[in-house]
Each structure stands twice: as C-alpha cells, then as structure tokens.
C-alpha cells in the first residue's frame, strides 16, 4: 500500500472511531450515515478517502455507513491589509490584493465531522 492511501485509511479508521465512540454514548447501535467536511487543501484525496472510508467500516458499527464528503474551498487571509481570496490549486501565499507576504491559509486545511446518522 502506498503512503498516501495509509494516510486516508488512518484517517478513515480514527473517524470510525469517533463516529462508533458517539453512536454507543448515544445509546444507539449502528451508523447508516457520515458527514464531512474537507478542506481543499487538508491533505486529503477524496477518492482515495472514500475506498479507505469502506474498506475501514467492515466489522464495525459503520459497516454499510452512506458517507458524505462536502470539500471546502481554501481562502487566504492577508494580515497586511486584510484581504480574504479564494484559493486556486497550485496557489501561492503572496496576497493579490496587496502582493504582501504575511498571510496565512484561512480555511481549507480542515477536515470535521460535520454530522452522522445512527439507528
């Protein structure tokens, strides 16, 4: 298996986790749905997630689980005049707007839960 798919399944696997560790406090038996959300630029390769995500719940509570990515958009954000853009593949970190230099990725490294179904 190559590095960036044993990303995504550790990724996938600590997920399940969570997921499974929140179905049992609420009382519940099985997931039947998870909810992403996934920043452009987190490092992760949603296809890549996807077969991890599956291969990962067998013999867990999120065996059959419908999974959900919802990718977000990077923005950059100047700290020189304030600025907020939308970050393109291949981006650089000068801002347009200004062509400053101290700025940081503002969202798009993110990757949440945003929410799960449970029966």
Known sequence: MRSAEMHELSLAEAVITSCADEM???GRS???????TVGR???????????????????????????????????LHCNACGADTTMEDGFDMICPACGGFDTAIKQGREMLISSMEVE
Do not use: M
Request: aromatic share 8%; with cysteine; charged share 30%.
């Open 24 to 26: 049992r406090k609420a």
């Open 30 to 36: 099985k997931v039947t749905a998870v909810r992403l």
């Open 41 to 75: 630029f987190s490092g992760v390769e949603p296809e890549a997630f996807e077969f991890a995500f599956d291969v990962a719940c067998k013999g867990t509570p999120c065996e059959g689980a419908q999974l959900e990515l919802e990718l977000r958009e990077g923005i």
